[in-house]
């Protein structure tokens, strides 16, 4: 569930297109219809595949969940639908938010702090076109059939309404465009084939499918190919105004000479994010972290170097 575009950062490339244009929020009547929506999903999926799913079940992402003027109300609303076991936050854990570190625990087992203070962390140009990375159409649907952010990311509800893809979703509201499904009970049991009018609206606008250079979240600017980008002059964008991208020549490049894309497995570092809200994190059993609030003897048991040495021989 998409909540807002509020962010503390300005990042290259970003996925939500934060920065270019006003935030826009969720309100927490859009929020608690997007939770009633996902009545049963655990269940379903369960059913249809012969095995419970691998992962929080129900995303609070963003932009920045915690800078939704709603945040507090939407995880009591989510607690009320459903246990902590099956939710999920996406987050910067942005200074200024720390006293929402009881609520987090209350809320979510599954925290992924989606930090972007390191150079070493890199993003994918979604504002490079699939359209004009590919001469042959025929190879660029292939393409789109196998995108690696399609077969790994998440479906989004948004207040364009619900999307497969979460780049669907985003271009949807920067563009001010309709194609959202209605938010009601069930639109995730749809069958794949009715994906295709989205498919065919938004992945050929998208360049998730092609195999581009990456660029550090920290650098200055977000590499745009020139179509997206008379778009986004059409649209008023502020990061175009102020110069803050670079015109891609949309050229394609060996996928063995890009680099991860984000240093997921650092667990030290996001303790050390996770410290200023008063938690700590240790790895469940799906490979996210859970949260929880520091107590007496904390640094009795927790030694962060010792167990990131630990899980860094495990992922090596």
Not at 146 to 169: H, R, T, V, Y
Not at 301 to 310: A, E, R, T, V
């Amino acid at each position: 569930m998409e909540v807002t575009t509020r962010c503390q950062f300005l990042c290259a490339n970003c996925t939500r297109a934060v920065g270019h244009c006003p935030p826009w929020d969720m309100s927490l009547e859009q929020f608690k219809q997007a939770v009633d929506s996902l009545e049963g999903y655990p269940e379903f999926a369960a059913k249809i595949t012969g095995r419970q799913p691998i992962g929080p079940y129900i995303g609070m992402t963003g932009g920045d969940p915690l800078l939704s003027e709603y945040f507090v109300e939407m995880c009591e609303y989510l607690r009320s639908k459903f246990p902590k076991e099956q939710c999920g936050l996406w987050t910067c854990l942005p200074k200024g938010k720390e006293e929402y570190g009881k609520t987090i625990v209350d809320t979510f087992s599954h925290v992924f702090i989606n930090d972007h203070t390191r150079p070493d962390i890199y993003h994918h140009p979604f504002f490079v076109s699939n359209n004009e990375c590919f001469t042959d159409k025929d190879s660029m649907w292939l393409a789109i059939n196998s995108c690696l952010f399609q077969n790994s990311w998440s479906a989004s509800i948004s207040p364009k309404g619900c999307f497969f893809c979460e780049m669907a979703s985003s271009f949807a509201n920067l563009f001010d465009e309709d194609g959202g499904w209605p938010i009601e009970k069930g639109w995730w049991k749809r069958p794949s084939w009715t994906f295709k009018d989205q498919i065919e609206k938004f992945c050929p606008k998208c360049g998730g499918a092609a195999c581009l250079p990456r660029r550090s979240s920290q650098d200055k600017v977000d590499d745009i190919s020139p179509n997206t980008l008379e778009r986004l002059r059409k649209i008023g964008s502020k990061k175009i105004e102020q110069g803050r991208y670079v015109v891609s020549d949309c050229k394609q490049v060996n996928p063995q000479s890009l680099p991860q894309m984000a240093a997921y497995k650092d667990f030290a570092y996001r303790n050390e994010i996770a410290a200023r809200y008063g938690l700590f994190l240790t790895v469940n059993q799906q490979n996210y972290w859970s949260p929880h609030l520091k107590k007496n003897g904390y640094k009795s048991f927790y030694q962060p170097k010792k167990i990131y040495d630990i899980y860094r021989e495990k992922w090596a």
